[in-house]
């Protein structure tokens, strides 16, 4: 059965290079935990150190509860005697086999007979919606038809932990929704607890129960999913907040009423808690401010459209505040934009958004 996957005070070296820096984190059984961060963080690496194939100079692995890796001193146990199993970026799928050779290859590395281990890959198929390619080679699949074939034979393997290398980072939008889901109820129906390295803040909230933020090869923000989308500055700075995407403002408090904000550019921003007196940082989510068809009182602005650009279910919209001249960044949704104004927006059309009090996130600036 399943247990946790545990990582303490991971340093590992890569061409003669320090990568990873102490890094620690944890998925319990039935979980996922994903890890975001810039290319050169470290993701990759901190994989291939999980799964043994990179020897961490000091550290500690857990897989399934029991220790797989301590250094220095050891023991630190082969990749094959861990049961932590890699799904790496490119799938390492057997293009010569069929899908069904694919994953009846790792029952049968389980000791499996080949009649037995046929039986147990057409299961495991039809748990994941394969059924219908079990005779199909690799090259004649879609993206996601691979990465769910990829899932079957890590599947296969009877894994204690599981270890995704940007699972979705080649499949198109429609089918990624359906792998995030898929994805989703494999780690609950498995109960494997699973790492996830990603770049899509998307795909990391939708799949997992904890985030980790990694930059510089250090651990700098970590917390439920919710928690880091809807409080990042509180959670883990202004660095995590700007890999985040989260729209950035300084500002001061009013000496009068500790809820009422001055924004320069903006004006008065009106938030749900008391803030303490000086100078402060707020973040808001570019799909936070809603538009709104008429003034909302407090926290309503209007936006002069500079530039509008259609995505599959938003429009993001490049604005400046009238008369503050604040640009700002901005996400919404496609359908409320067209109930509100009967069309899309367009270059110098102006609109009215409302913040609702408690959408920003705030930490006081140094110095302030």
Known sequence: MPGELR???LHVARGGRLVLRGVSLQAREGEAAAVL???????TTLLLAVAGALAPLKGLVVVGGRTVCRMPGGPCLAPEERRAVLVPQDLALFENMTVL?????ALEARGLGRAEARREARRIAEQLGLVELLDARPARLSGGQRQRVALARAVAAEPEALLLDEPLSSIDQASRWRLRRLIRRLIRETRVPTLIVTHSFADAWSMADRLYMLSNGRVEAEGPSRMLAEKPLTAGGRGVAEQLGYILLEAVRDPENPRLL??????????EAPQPPGRLLVAIRPDDPVAVGKPSGVN???VRVIEATLTRH???VT???VPGGLVLELEQPRGLMLALYGRLPRRGDTILIHIPPSAPDTIPLEGG
Not at 37 to 43: D, L, Q
Not at 262 to 271: A, R
């Open 314 to 316: 938003a429009v993001r």
């Open 262 to 271: 001055h924004i320069s550019g903006l004006g008065g921003l009106l938030v």
């Open 37 to 43: 961060g810039p290319n050169g963080a470290g993701k």
């Open 300 to 302: 309503t602005y209007r």
């Open 319 to 321: 604005g400046e505040v």
């Open 101 to 105: 050779d694919n994953i009846a290859f």
């Open 7 to 9: 990582v303490e005070g």
